[in-house]
């Protein structure tokens, strides 16, 4: 905090003094004022958050200089120094909204727990406005958002400086980019809470769109740029986080950078890891379409890739084969950052610095993915036959397979009929007729009831019907033979 000692005994402040520094050694910032002329002067050019205020002094009285302080700083808190003498006339500041008092001669165990108590209120009164302030902000954006623009947001004052910082977060693992977004939400509070100054209000929040958002209202904090490159001990390895920020006047302007910096948002794989770019610096890079369309196609590849789709993957794969404007954009870009963003998401090492060597390379991910793909696609099928050959004679409908194996039915279906070149109900049918013939061979002496129930069919109907529709005769005549 910015204090101020304002009291015409230099052995009063200086003694005031030597206890906040004794209790707060290099905390606060502590100026003196030898009357109230002088602590006018002083408020009209700085901002103090704790003025400590005698009430009897030359020139200008105490409680007059407060009257006048008050209207140039009404955020500032105001703490009479009095004796007992002085006390009742003392009571008049309560008018002036003075709260603290101090009696002289001046305790260390009093200063200690009417500054605690300061102290205390100060910091819950910080966190109050700046949840008001995040509420505003956060708000503010998802109702334009909702509303599909800014018209509806009004302008901030005249004087308004907003920082925006939107971090833009990749791993190898979807699954885990939440989890990753809120570490880096929790490390980003403290870090504010030590490093933006008392009087400027921040909002960190997440976007609809799931990126993290701060803002700062106040002035830009340079710190703040270069928080990932100093921090980055505390992520993941296989993380890649690259900031965006922009200055605004205010929340349309805000909201309008914001806008922007998502729809730039795919030519961050070109920037290196933990860096914080400017919006300016991004919107005037040569060639910015070009590489935007790049990075487009290659964040849909690498996104198809990842979430299994390989059908897809290849389709966008073989367009950018066939596109010799995006090989031509390659070109002109240093591809190291991307290299080693691929390098990560891909969870594949990539060195290759030709267009050429990135197609192939991808290629080949693609294949291997497949080809895994297909593997694990036969072992459930295989699974899936071994179950029923052994269980034919209970449920096994493709329902009761896919709460089994926890997949959907819808699935199992295709992958079977991929694999088999049947269908699964005719692969049930013929296993439960072969048992069939087996279970007639050994017992003729059953009834085709009794087998039908043995193979897992309830009417005996439609098992007759469908037995001779397999063997062509009938349950009846196999047992005669």
């Avoid at 700085?46 to 105490?62: A, E, H, Q, R, T």
């Avoid at 200690?112 to 819950?124: D, V």
């Avoid at 885990?176 to 809120?182: D, F, S, T, V």
């Amino acid at each position: 905090m910015n204090i101020l000692i304002t009291d015409d005994e230099r052995l009063i402040r200086l003694s005031l003094l030597s206890m906040l520094e004794e209790l707060y050694p290099g905390i606060h910032h502590i100026s003196q004022a030898k009357d109230g002329e002088e602590m006018i002067r002083m408020v009209e050019q700085s901002f103090y958050d704790l003025v400590f205020l005698d009430i009897n002094m030359p020139k200008v009285n105490g409680l007059d200089a407060l009257e006048i302080c008050r209207q140039k700083a009404p955020e500032t808190q105001w703490c009479i120094l009095t004796g007992y003498a002085e006390f009742e006339y003392a009571k008049r500041s309560i008018g002036l909204g003075v709260k603290e008092y101090l009696l002289k001669p001046l305790d260390i165990d009093q200063l200690k727990q009417l500054m605690g108590e300061i102290i205390k209120g100060k910091q819950q009164k910080l966190q109050n406005q700046n949840q008001l302030f995040e509420n505003r902000v956060s708000q503010a954006i998802a109702l334009a958002d909702m509303a599909g623009g800014v018209k509806q947001m009004q302008p901030a004052g005249k004087d308004a400086v907003y920082s925006m910082y939107v971090f833009f977060l990749d791993t190898d693992e979807n699954r885990k980019r939440q989890e990753l977004y809120a570490e880096l939400y929790e490390h980003l509070s403290v870090y504010l809470s030590k490093t933006i100054e008392e009087r400027d209000r921040y909002a960190l929040f997440f976007l609809q769109t799931s990126e993290l958002c701060l803002v700062i209202e106040g002035k830009e904090y340079m710190r703040i740029h270069s928080y990932l490159r100093h921090h980055q001990d505390l992520f993941d390895k296989n993380t890649r986080i690259v900031a965006v920020s922009a200055v605004a006047k205010d929340f349309r302007e805000m909201y309008m950078n914001k806008q922007i910096m998502l729809a730039l948002a795919s030519v961050r794989i070109l920037e290196e890891n933990y860096k914080t770019i400017s919006l300016q610096a991004l919107n005037d890079q040569k060639d910015l379409m070009e590489k935007q369309y790049l990075c487009e196609k290659i964040e849909m590849l690498t996104a198809s890739y990842m979430t299994g789709n390989y059908g897809l993957a290849n389709e966008l794969l073989q367009e950018m084969e066939r596109e010799d404007e995006l090989r031509k954009s390659f070109e002109k870009i240093d591809s190291r950052p991307l290299r080693a963003y691929l390098s990560v998401i891909w969870k594949s090492s990539f060195e290759g610095e030709e267009y050429a060597d990135l197609l192939r390379h991808f290629r080949k991910l693609l294949q291997n993915a497949t080809w895994e793909q297909n593997s694990e696609n036969h072992d459930i099928v295989q699974q899936i036959k071994d179950y029923v050959t052994v269980n034919y004679m209970n449920d096994v409908t493709i329902a009761e397979m896919g709460n089994r194996f926890d997949i959907s039915p819808s699935y199992i279906s295709r992958i079977f009929r991929n694999k088999t070149g049947e269908k699964y109900i005719d692969f049930v049918t013929a296993v439960r007729m072969k048992k069939a013939m087996e279970i007639i061979r050994k017992s003729p002496s059953l009834s085709v009831k009794e087998v039908a129930e043995r193979v897992g069919y309830i009417s005996e109907k439609h098992f007759s019907k469908t037995f001779k529709k397999y063997f062509d005769c009938l349950p009846s005549q196999v047992a005669r033979e």
